[in-house]
C-alpha cells in the first residue's frame, strides 16, 4: 500500500515537470517573438467548445425551433385558454361589471355620510360683511347707509321690528342653528342674529369748508374720481351752548373695539362727525360695528388719505380749530410747538359756542404723530387724579378719555 502510495506521487510529479517545461518553453518562445515582432496566436492551438447546433450540423434558429417547439405550443396553449363560443370572456365581463359597479355604490354610499363642513350652504363671502347682535343689525336696517343687504341669519324667534325691516328692504331670512352662526363670527355675542350686507364704504373728503350756524349746516370738499374735489353739505346739531359742531379724527387707533367705543361716546354725548385715516386705522369691520352698538350706523363718518393738507386747508378754508388730546405726558420734545397752547379741562367748556372744533385722538401707546400735533391749535391733557406716583396705569384708554374730551367740550350744551 505504501509503495504504490509512492509511485502514483512520483507519477504525478514527472507529469508536474513536464507540464512546467512545456510551459516555460512557451512563454519563451512567446516572448522572443513578440521582441522580434511576429504573431505566434494562430501557431497555438485553440481550445474551444463546439455549441450543440454546431456538433448537430444545424442553423441556431431550426435548432431551438425543433428542440423547444412542443414547449412554446404548451406555454401558448396555457396563454390562450380555448373559448370557441366566447363564453368565458362573456363571465369574464360580467365579473368585471359587476365589480365596477360595487365599488360605484359604495363610494356613493360612503359620500352621503363623509364629514361636511359647518358652515356649507352659510359659507362667508369675502365681498360681504357679517354684522352681528341686536342691536347692531337693527342700526344697519334703519340706517340705510349700505348699499344692499342679503340675508338675515337667525335662530331662534325673531325680534318683530326686524322682521319689519327685512321685509322693506327686501332681505332673505333665513333660519338657522347656533352653531353656525357661532362659526361664521368666530364665536363672537351674536344673539342669535347675523347680517349679511355690503361693508361701509365712507367717503372720502379732502377739508372742511364753512359752516352756517343759522341753518346748521357743514359744507365739506368729498373727493370724486381723478381726485375731483365735489362741495358737500350735511346738517349738524344746533342747541343751546351749542352753535357750532364738533367733529372727532382718529389717528392710529388700531384697536376696532376702541373704534367702535369712540364712536358710541361720540353719538350718545352729541359729537355730529368722526373722521378716520383711512391708512393707519382700523377697518371699519363687523366688529367696530358690534363694539359701537350700531352708532357706526347713524354718526357720518368720513376719510382722510392726506391728513396734513386736511388740517391745513380746514382752518384756512373754513376757520375750524383743531384740538389736540394728550393721551401721555408731553414730553420736552412736544414743548417746542405746543408752548402757549395747552388748555384746561374747564377751558374747553363752551369752545363749542364760538367756533368749530376737531377734537384729535391718537393711539393710546403713542398718541397723536408730530406732524399732526405742529398742525393743532391747541393741546389738552387729562391730569393725573391721585397724589402718589404714577404706577403701571399711567393713562387712560383712549375712548374713555375721547368720552371726557366730548363732555367737557359739550358741557354747556348738555345741562
Given at each position: 500500500?505504501?509503495?504504490?502510495?509512492?509511485?502514483?506521487?512520483?507519477?504525478?510529479?514527472?507529469?508536474?515537470?513536464?507540464?512546467?517545461?512545456?510551459?516555460?518553453?512557451?512563454?519563451?518562445?512567446?516572448?522572443?517573438?513578440?521582441?522580434?515582432?511576429?504573431?505566434?496566436?494562430?501557431?497555438?492551438?485553440?481550445?474551444?467548445?463546439?455549441?450543440?447546433?454546431?456538433?448537430?450540423?444545424?442553423?441556431?434558429?431550426?435548432?431551438?425551433?425543433?428542440?423547444?417547439?412542443?414547449?412554446?405550443?404548451?406555454?401558448?396553449?396555457?396563454?390562450?385558454?380555448?373559448?370557441?363560443?366566447?363564453?368565458?370572456?362573456?363571465?369574464?365581463?360580467?365579473?368585471?361589471?359587476?365589480?365596477?359597479?360595487?365599488?360605484?355604490?359604495?363610494?356613493?354610499?360612503?359620500?352621503?355620510?363623509?364629514?361636511?363642513?359647518?358652515?356649507?350652504?352659510?359659507?362667508?363671502?369675502?365681498?360681504?360683511?357679517?354684522?352681528?347682535?341686536?342691536?347692531?343689525?337693527?342700526?344697519?336696517?334703519?340706517?340705510?347707509?349700505?348699499?344692499?343687504y342679503s340675508r338675515l341669519l337667525h335662530y331662534g324667534q325673531l325680534d318683530p321690528r326686524l322682521q319689519k325691516l327685512a321685509k322693506s328692504r327686501n332681505v332673505e331670512l333665513v333660519e338657522t342653528d347656533k352653531h353656525r352662526l357661532n362659526l361664521m363670527t368666530n364665536y363672537a355675542v351674536?344673539?342669535?342674529?347675523?347680517?349679511?350686507?355690503?361693508?361701509?364704504?365712507?367717503?372720502?373728503?379732502?377739508?372742511?369748508?364753512?359752516?352756517?350756524?343759522?341753518?346748521?349746516?357743514?359744507?365739506?370738499?368729498?373727493?370724486?374720481?381723478?381726485?375731483e374735489k365735489i362741495t358737500q353739505e350735511m346738517p349738524y346739531g344746533v342747541k343751546n351752548g351749542k352753535n357750532f359742531p364738533l367733529g372727532i379724527y382718529l389717528d392710529e387707533v388700531v384697536d376696532p373695539h376702541n373704534i367702535g367705543a369712540i364712536m358710541r361716546s361720540a353719538y350718545f354725548l352729541g359729537a355730529d362727525f368722526i373722521v378716520m385715516s383711512r391708512k393707519n386705522c382700523a377697518p371699519l369691520s363687523a366688529a367696530v360695528s358690534k363694539t359701537s352698538s350700531g352708532a357706526i350706523e347713524l354718526l357720518p363718518i368720513f376719510y382722510v388719505d392726506k391728513p396734513l393738507s386736511f388740517f391745513s386747508e380746514s382752518q384756512q378754508g373754513g376757520g375750524w380749530t383743531f384740538v389736540t388730546a394728550g393721551l401721555t405726558d408731553f414730553t420736552q420734545k412736544d414743548k417746542k410747538f405746543n408752548s402757549g397752547k395747552i388748555l384746561e379741562l374747564n377751558d374747553l367748556e363752551g369752545l363749542c359756542e364760538q367756533v368749530p372744533v376737531v377734537l384729535v385722538v391718537g393711539n393710546e401707546g403713542s398718541g397723536v404723530r408730530t406732524n399732526l400735533k405742529m398742525r393743532s391749535d391747541f393741546f389738552v391733557e387729562i391730569p393725573f387724579g391721585r397724589d402718589d406716583e404714577?404706577?403701571?396705569?399711567?393713562?387712560?384708554?383712549?375712548?374713555?378719555?375721547?368720552?371726557?374730551?366730548?363732555?367737557?367740550?359739550?358741557?354747556?350744551?348738555?345741562?
Open positions: 500500500m505504501r509503495r504504490a502510495t509512492m509511485l502514483s506521487y512520483s507519477s504525478f510529479e514527472r507529469k508536474f515537470v513536464k507540464m512546467s517545461l512545456i510551459y516555460g518553453a512557451i512563454r519563451g518562445f512567446t516572448s522572443c517573438a513578440r521582441r522580434s515582432g511576429v504573431k505566434v496566436d494562430r501557431n497555438i492551438p485553440q481550445l474551444t467548445r463546439k455549441k450543440a447546433w454546431e456538433r448537430a450540423g444545424e442553423d441556431k434558429e431550426a435548432w431551438f425551433k425543433r428542440k423547444y417547439a412542443h414547449v412554446h405550443a404548451k406555454q401558448k396553449q396555457q396563454q390562450e385558454p380555448r373559448d370557441p363560443f366566447g363564453k368565458r370572456k362573456a363571465h369574464e365581463l360580467r365579473l368585471k361589471e359587476n365589480q365596477r359597479r360595487m365599488e360605484q355604490e359604495r363610494t356613493t354610499h360612503v359620500h352621503k355620510f363623509e364629514k361636511k363642513n359647518a358652515t356649507q350652504g352659510l359659507r362667508p363671502n369675502p365681498l360681504m360683511e357679517y354684522v352681528y347682535g341686536t342691536n347692531s343689525v337693527l342700526a344697519a336696517l334703519q340706517g340705510n347707509k349700505r348699499e344692499y351674536h344673539n342669535n342674529i347675523i347680517l349679511e350686507t355690503k361693508p361701509l364704504q365712507p367717503p372720502e373728503i379732502s377739508h372742511l369748508q364753512m359752516v352756517n350756524p343759522e341753518s346748521g349746516t357743514i359744507q365739506y370738499s368729498e373727493l370724486a374720481f381723478e381726485d404714577k404706577g403701571p396705569v399711567d393713562s387712560l384708554n383712549v375712548s374713555v378719555a375721547t368720552a371726557l374730551l366730548i363732555n367737557y367740550l359739550l358741557k354747556g350744551s348738555n345741562m
